[in-house]
């Protein structure tokens, strides 16, 4: 499975964007997606969004009512809206991708290489 992200870039605080996520390959075993961050300097990545193949929804305490997350099966793609941006998003914006075993691990198998999000103040 492969995972290219895009959208990402600067906006200012109180911004807008779309990020997306274009999975390929042996897309039948993707179960869960999501969106994980990791800011400058922080050796820990949050895990901001996910949806499940039911369609469940999580999202940080963080983004939630700003962040919205969906999936588009029939592309193969795996979108986070995000609204009301603040400086403290600013980060490496990384789709992730979980293989059947992920209602039991809760792992993630495949992860892009990430889009890069700034807000300005």
Known sequence: ??????????VQAGGSLRLSCAASGNIDVINAMGWYRQAPGKEDRLLVARVSS?????????????????????????YLQMNSLKPEDTAMYYCVAAGPHWQQTGEYDYWGQGTQVTVSP
Do not use: M, P
């Open 1 to 10: 499975v492969q995972l290219v992200e895009s959208g990402g870039g600067l």
């Open 54 to 78: 039911g369609g469940s929804k999580h999202f940080a305490d963080s983004v939630k009512g700003r962040f919205t997350i969906s999936r588009d099966n029939g592309k193969n793609t795996l």
